[in-house]
C-alpha cells in the first residue's frame, strides 16, 4: 500500500476503534440496568449478571459496528478537509476512485470483524445463553426461596413469602398469577412447602384463601381450603427449542442442509435461508456505510459553514437503505428462495457511492449535458 493508504487506514480504523468503544460502552450501560435489575432481582449473583453480559457483548458489537464504520469514514473525511488534506490531494492530481481506495479497504477490514462476529462468535455466544437462560429458569426452588422479598418468577406472576424457616417450611405465602388475560387468581395460605415430583416441583399449600378474579363481568369467587397443591413447574419457560434455533447455529452448521435443520430445530427453510444470508449481508453493509459517509462529504466538498447538511443526506441515505433491507427480511422468510433480495441494498448503496465519486470525478458533465441541449 502507498503511503497515503496507510495514513488514511490508519486513520480510520483509529477514529473507528474510538466510535465503536463509545457506542457500545453506551448500548451495554442501557441494556446492563435492565439485565441487572431483571437478573438480581430474581435472585441471581453479580457473577451470572457478568456472565450474561459477556455472552450478549457479541450481538451488541454487531449493531454498533455499522454505525461505528460510518461515523469514522465521516469524521476523518470531515478533518481532512477542514485541514485541506483533501484540497492538497485532490490538486496532485489523486482521482475520487483513488482516495476512496483506502476507504474501501477500511470497509473491508470492518467487514471481516463482523464476517468472523456473524458467522461464529455470535452464534456461539447466543446458544451459550440460551442454555444458561433455561437452567436459571428451570431452578424454580432457588428463586422462590427468597424470605421477605416479591419475586417474579416468570411474567405476570408475583410470588413472596415472608419468612422461610430452618426446616424450610414457608410462612405467609402470597402468589398471585395473571397469566390468564380472562381472569386472575391470588393465592394466600399460612404456610406452604415445596416439593420436587420428578422433573417437576409443587408448591402445596395449607390453611388459605383461593380468589378468583374473572375479569369480563367483574365478578370475584373465594374459596377458603385446608391444604392445595400448585404445580409451578409451568411458572417458567422449560422449552429447550430455543437452544436449537437457526440463530443459534453458526453458519457451517446452517450450510449443512436446510430441510433438516428445519425439521430440527422447528424454523422453517425461509427463516433459515434469512439467517444464513443475513450473516454474509452485514459484512458488505459496513463497506457500503463507509463508502457512502466518505463519498457523500467528497461532494460537498469545502464549506466554512460545515458539513452537516452532507452528513445528514448521507445518514438518511443509510437509514433508507437499512430500512429496504429491514423490508426483504420478511419476504425471504416466506419464500426461501428470495434470498437474493438480502444483498439488494447493499448493491444500492454501492451503486450509490459510485455515483457520487463519478460525479466528483466529472464535475462539469451537468453544464455539458446542459450545453449539448441548448446548442442546434
Not at 478533518?79 to 482521482?95: D, H, P
Not at 437462560?133 to 413469602?161: C, K
Not at 430500512?323 to 447493499?346: E, F, K, Q
Amino acid at each position: 500500500m502507498a503511503r497515503l493508504d496507510r495514513y488514511m487506514l490508519s486513520q480510520l480504523l483509529l477514529l473507528f476503534g474510538f466510535f465503536a468503544l463509545v457506542l457500545v460502552a453506551l448500548f451495554w450501560i442501557n441494556r446492563a440496568v435492565i439485565l441487572f435489575d431483571r437478573l438480581i432481582g430474581d435472585g441471581q449473583s453479580a457473577l451470572v449478571f457478568l456472565e450474561f453480559t459477556a455472552l450478549g457483548l457479541p450481538k451488541l458489537i454487531t449493531t454498533v459496528l455499522p454505525i461505528a464504520t460510518f461515523a469514522g469514514a465521516v469524521y476523518v473525511t470531515n478533518r481532512m478537509s477542514q485541514e485541506s488534506e483533501m484540497t492538497v490531494l485532490q490538486s496532485t492530481g489523486s482521482s475520487p476512485w483513488r482516495l476512496a481506495r483506502p476507504v474501501f479497504v477500511y470497509g473491508l477490514c470492518v467487514a471481516l470483524m463482523m464476517s468472523v462476529l456473524s458467522h461464529f462468535l455470535v452464534p456461539m455466544a447466543q446458544n451459550q445463553l440460551t442454555q444458561r437462560e433455561a437452567e436459571i429458569s428451570q431452578n424454580v426452588t432457588a428463586s422462590l426461596l427468597r424470605e421477605g422479598r416479591f419475586l417474579h418468577p416468570t411474567h405476570n406472576v408475583t410470588f413472596y413469602t415472608r419468612v422461610i424457616d430452618q426446616d424450610g417450611v414457608l410462612r405467609d405465602v402470597f402468589l398471585s398469577d395473571r397469566r390468564d388475560p380472562a381472569e386472575g387468581v391470588i393465592y394466600t395460605a399460612a404456610e406452604a412447602y415445596l416439593v420436587r415430583n420428578g422433573a417437576g416441583t409443587t408448591l402445596i399449600m395449607v390453611d388459605g384463601l383461593a380468589q378468583r378474579l374473572n375479569r369480563t363481568d367483574k365478578r370475584l369467587a373465594t374459596a377458603n381450603f385446608r391444604d392445595f397443591s400448585f404445580d409451578i413447574s409451568s411458572l417458567v419457560s422449560e422449552n429447550a427449542s430455543g437452544i436449537q434455533s437457526a440463530p443459534n447455529l453458526t453458519t457451517p452448521t446452517l450450510m449443512m442442509g436446510w430441510q433438516e435443520i428445519a425439521e430440527r430445530t422447528g424454523d422453517s427453510e425461509g427463516v433459515i435461508a434469512e439467517e444464513v444470508h443475513a450473516r454474509f449481508a452485514q459484512p458488505l453493509f459496513c463497506i457500503v456505510a463507509a463508502l457512502i459517509g466518505f463519498a457523500t462529504l467528497l461532494v460537498g466538498g469545502f464549506s466554512r459553514f460545515g458539513v452537516w447538511r452532507e452528513i445528514a443526506v448521507a445518514f438518511a441515505l443509510l437509514i433508507a437503505i437499512d430500512g429496504i433491507r429491514g423490508a426483504m427480511v420478511d419476504t425471504v422468510r416466506s419464500d426461501a428462495a428470495n434470498w437474493p433480495l438480502l444483498y439488494v441494498p447493499s448493491l444500492i448503496g454501492a451503486a450509490i457511492a459510485a455515483a457520487m465519486l463519478w460525479h466528483t470525478a466529472n464535475p462539469g458533465w451537468l453544464a455539458r449535458l446542459r450545453r449539448r441541449r441548448v446548442s442546434p
